[in-house]
């Protein structure tokens, strides 16, 4: 209608010195990190792990790695769940795993997600030795990353064995005996090493708490900062193409090879 006024236009409330507060929050975020990264140099890092080059034909095969690392922090978080609730006593370690699976919330389903991860774990991280081997990324400069991946497997063999005994029951118990046993007829130091996870020559209570001890504290920090230098060397050192891509050569090479 002619005369009518037009409603003025909302303002902004930058226009009066206001800042909304998703921008304070952007804010404060941008600054935190910036401060953080100023005295660590973690950008670098970050920046070269997410956005680093890959080789053609890589495909699902190179996830077995992250899959792996992805199961063993699903390991880790059940652990320390259930450790809250575990008691390493020989008389109470049985009650207190029946406890977790029948009364605590949520336990039976934390304790499967636990024991089934374990052999999850296993699984692919064998499944990742086998690609490594098999597309040759094993070689010239990465076998120092190979070895630490053998490490790796043994650590995490030796965590779920040592994981077996703590439900405490009469299969765990004499499944850990057989186990052991078999370690001490290895050459050399067998004997030493069965005295060493029994706590002395017998099965005894300080064979739980030692177990537990290996599983819960030891095992997991050598797997944790192996797995950082195994990322450290996998940024650092780079992808391998798959074997059944030819490598092109350079162009004046090409020439000369012509």
């Known amino acids: 209608m002619p005369g009518r006024r037009k409603p003025p236009p909302p303002s902004d409330p930058r226009e009066n010195g206001e800042v909304a507060l998703k921008d304070q929050a952007a804010e404060a975020g941008a600054g935190i990190v910036g401060w953080v990264d100023e005295r660590t140099g973690a950008a670098g890092f970050t920046k070269a792990m997410l956005f680093r080059k890959v080789p053609k034909g890589t495909n699902w095969f190179y996830t077995l790695g992250s899959a792996t690392l992805f199961a063993f922090l699903s390991q880790a978080v059940t652990g320390v769940f259930l450790a809250m609730y575990y008691n390493p006593d020989p008389d109470r370690a049985y009650d207190s795993v029946q406890h977790i699976t029948n009364d605590v919330f949520l336990g039976d389903l934390v304790r499967g997600m636990h024991r089934w991860g374990a052999t999850v774990m296993i699984v692919l991280i064998f499944l990742h030795m086998g ?122 090479l090409e020439k000369e090879k012509v």
Do not use: C
């Not at 439900?167 to 004997?191: K, L």
């Not at 708490?209 to 504290?217: E, G, T």
């Not at 798959?242 to 490598?247: D, G, H, I, Q, V």
């Open 131 to 252: 690609r490594t081997f098999f597309f040759g990324a094993y070689k010239y400069p990465r076998e120092l990353n190979w070895v630490i991946g053998v490490v790796l497997l043994v650590l995490t063999l030796t965590m779920g064995f040592t994981g077996y005994l703590l439900p405490f029951d009469q299969r765990s118990f004499w499944a850990t005996v057989v186990g052991v046993n078999i370690n001490g007829t290895g050459p050399i130091i067998g004997p030493y090493l069965s005295d060493f996870l029994r706590g002395g020559p017998e099965f005894g209570a300080t064979t739980l708490s030692r177990f537990y001890a290996i599983h819960m504290l030891l095992i997991p920090v050598l797997i944790a900062a192996l797995i950082a230098v195994h990322l450290y060397l996998v940024v650092k050192l780079g992808t391998t193409a798959p074997p059944w891509l030819r490598a092109k050569l350079p162009e004046p």
